[in-house]
Structure formats: structure tokens, C-alpha cells
């Protein structure tokens, strides 16, 4: 399993949003996008996107923007991924039909696999990406004294 871009884009840009949570302040995507250098018409296709998907929310008017639909800590990973990209958990009918043994175990190893993965991402939240980046930061200031 690969990290699109898109999911990359958006998963910075919600991180961007989580840091200033506790502020009730929306980020607009001006704001949003230079902090975490994305492009500004891709970043409001994926905003947009995530808004269905209730992730986020807007607001509109001159002190408008986005924030997070629900705090960091109760946004799960895999929620934000299939909201982008439609992840799904595979499901064992699949191998009924297989046309022949060898596709059928190249079938079960691959959901498997997408089980695991899917468990991972859903075990983290918004909140634990946040630590960890803010733990990381503070390592990287430590280095430097």
C-alpha cells in the first residue's frame, strides 16, 4: 500500500487545521497551503472533498475558512484515507469465484495484507500524528543547543 499524494496533501493540510484547533479560529486555504506548501486549487478539491465526507467543516464570511468537523483525537486515520480514496476491507466472497487455485491464494494473501494495513490506520488518530510530529520537533530542537 502506497501513500497517494492526495491522501499525503490532505492528511499535512489536517494536520495544519488540528494545530489550531483549540483556537476555534477557521484556516483559510491561502493560510493552509503556504504553511504546508500545497497548491491552492488542489487543496480546495480535497477540502471540498473531505467536507462530504465530514471530516471538515466550513465556514463562510470575511473570518472564514475550514476546521475540523470533531476534535484530532476522535479523527481516525483510516476515516480521513477512505474518504479519499475509498478503502474498503476486503471480504473472503471474493475467493469463491476465483477462476483457479494459484489467483484464489494471490486473492487471500492480498486481503490479508489490506487487513493489516487497515488495522494500522485505524489504530491512529489526528491527535497521535500531532505528538508524534510535536515530540520529533522537539528532538530536532534538542539537537541543535
Known sequence: MELSCKS???ILALLEMA?????GE????R????????PDRYLEQLLATMRRGG?????????????LM????KIILFEILECLEGLEVGTCEENVNSK????SIIKEIWQEASRAANLVLQKYTLQDLCEKRDSRRQLDIMYYI
Do not use: W
Not at 483457479?100 to 489467483?103: E, G, P
Open 8 to 10: 499525503e496533501y490532505a
Open 19 to 23: 494545530a489550531h484547533y483549540e483556537s
Open 26 to 29: 477557521p484556516l483559510q486555504i
Open 31 to 38: 493560510q493552509i497551503a503556504a504553511q504546508q506548501n500545497i
Open 55 to 67: 471530516i471538515v467543516k466550513s465556514q463562510r464570511g470575511s473570518k472564514g475558512g475550514y476546521l
Open 70 to 73: 470533531r476534535e484530532p483525537r
Open 100 to 103: 483457479t487455485v494459484d489467483s
